[in-house]
């Protein structure tokens, strides 16, 4: 054998003892670790904010969840949003709008809603659904 070959045996075999001592041996002091903590207090400000959550069906029509509530059409809509958003402005809570549209339905319709939104400086997400609205909910 050559040099190099008993150094890499003498290597596995201390390797292998240090290991089995490791697996044997129990710590036995256990002693608690202390976290750092931060003396810097983080100020939010705490604002109630109000999420109108409009899905739209298949079939274009509108429907408000959580309210149970189906808008006939878009204009209702733009009113209903418009009063909201006044009222909300007007205790000094934040309004936003999601919309939540079928996978099937062109984008054109998510995106009427989502344009008066941007107009009148209304917060506005979108989410395409995979799976139908459930017709039922009038």
Not at 11 to 23: H, K, R, S, T
Not at 107 to 126: D, E, H, L, S, W
Request: aromatic share 8%; hydrophobic share 40%.
């Amino acid at each position: 054998m050559s040099k190099g070959g008993i150094i890499i045996r003498l290597i596995d075999i201390v390797l292998l003892l240090l290991f089995g001592f490791l697996i044997v041996s129990e710590v036995n002091r256990k002693s608690p670790v202390k976290l750092p903590q931060s003396d810097v207090k983080v100020k939010r400000e705490i604002t109630e904010e109000e999420l109108l959550i409009i899905g739209i069906r298949a079939d274009k029509s509108l429907y408000l969840e959580g309210e149970n509530r189906v808008v006939p059409s878009l204009t209702e809509l733009y009113n209903l949003i418009t009063i909201r958003n006044q009222s909300f402005e007007s205790l000094n809570r934040k309004f936003r709008v999601r919309i939540r549209s079928e996978w099937n339905l062109p984008i054109k319709y998510t995106m009427q809603i989502a344009n008066f939104c941007r107009k009148n400086n209304i917060p506005v997400g979108m989410d395409i659904h995979n799976v139908s609205y459930k017709s039922s909910g009038s």
